[in-house]
């Protein structure tokens, strides 16, 4: 084809899957601190 | 050996569906395009009977090996989708007010070409109206059609092409 020149090299590009996206799940909770000992206050 | 005058132009796109996309190849090419009620629809310049369908890629094939046929684009062959590598290109090529000029994405097999590519598939990514083909007087007329099939092919009727200098 005249108007688009010489053939000069050959590619194949190829489609991609989209990549699934994670289910939106809820933060995990932080741990509940250890319970301590409270000090006993003075009366 | 002569060079292209650039590397291919890359642009990712999302492929109709939804589940796939592709970082194919920018091409510049122009249409016919036939209006029927209000209905615009695009054609290809050289096989003229050919008509672009809106929302799902075009496939080639090969319309010049008779009985020979062979899967598209095929090395030395004249098949395959066809699209420029510059807009200006398209534009020299392809001058006639009566076509609509615009970006496609091309991708599967890809023969480069010293100014273009033969491609497997093409969508339309953009469509604009080269300024040298809209004079004032048919600004409005063009304006119309050009709305129409980018309305259609739910593309983006933009003023110009990306990175283009001039069209000469």
């Known amino acids: 084809m005249a108007r688009i020149g010489k053939e000069q090299e050959t590619i194949t590009v190829t489609p991609e899957p989209v990549p699934e996206r994670e289910p939106a799940t809820a933060p995990e909770r932080a741990p509940a601190a250890p319970d301590t000992p409270r000090e006993p206050v003075p009366a | ?168």
């Open chain 2, 1 to 168: 050996v002569p060079r292209r005058r650039t590397e291919p132009e890359r642009r990712t796109i999302m492929l109709p569906g939804g589940t796939e996309y592709v970082e194919g190849v920018v091409g510049y090419r122009a249409w016919g395009v036939h209006v029927e009620s209000g209905v615009a629809t695009l054609r290809s310049v050289v096989m003229t009977k050919h008509s672009w369908t809106p929302g799902a890629p075009v496939v080639a094939e090969c319309a010049w090996g008779g009985e020979a046929r062979h899967p598209a684009p095929a090395s030395g062959c004249d098949c395959g989708v066809f699209g420029f590598s510059l807009a200006s290109l398209a534009y020299q090529a392809f001058p006639e007010r009566t076509t609509l000029h615009g970006e496609v994405i091309l991708w599967g097999t890809i023969r480069l070409h010293e100014f273009g590519y033969r491609a497997e598939y093409a969508i339309p990514a953009a469509l604009y109206l080269p300024e040298p083909l809209v004079s004032s007087e048919s600004r409005a007329a063009h304006q119309r059609i050009a709305s129409l099939a980018a309305d259609r092919y739910d593309v983006p009727l933009v003023q110009r092409p990306r990175g283009l200098v001039a069209y000469r």
